[in-house]
Nanobody
Framework: QVQLVESGGGLVQPGGSLRLSCAAS????????MAWYRQAPGEERNLIAF???????KYADSVKGRFTISIDNARNTIYLQMNSLKPDDTAVYYC?????????????WGQGTLVTVSS
């Protein structure tokens, strides 16, 4: 099993910045890729940033140029640096990991962290 714990959410004014973290833990697992999703009230959960263990990244158009995803493979941790935040970025942000455990690929999710962008 793989457990994910997110941190770093909170209240920020429009134009401000926040940095989210997500740490993976467990026994005998290998991370293939990790990602950040977000879900605004009344909406579906959407992928916003993706990174492989090799460092390849993809972003949703809505965050491209403002958000940066990075990975620390030694700590099994990813980060999401969010700049130029807008009220539309308000959502619960979820961390996802695609990991290999005992030769099986599994999906793991964090509990979510709330980001509120408001003046």
């Amino acid at each position: 099993q793989v457990q994910l714990v997110e941190s770093g959410g909170g209240l920020v004014q429009p134009g401000g910045s926040l940095r989210l973290s997500c740490a993976a833990s467990g026994s005998r697992f290998i991370i293939d890729a990790m990602a950040w999703y977000r879900q605004a009230p009344g909406e579906e959960r959407n992928l916003i940033a993706f990174i492989t263990s090799g460092g390849s990244t993809k972003y949703a158009d809505s965050v491209k140029g403002r958000f940066t995803i990075s990975i620390d493979n030694a700590r099994n941790t990813i980060y999401l640096q969010m700049n130029s935040l807008k009220p539309d970025d308000t959502a619960v942000y979820y961390c996802n990991a695609q990991a290999v455990v005992s030769a099986k690929t599994l999906d793991a999710w964090g509990q979510g962290t709330l980001v509120t962008v408001s003046s």
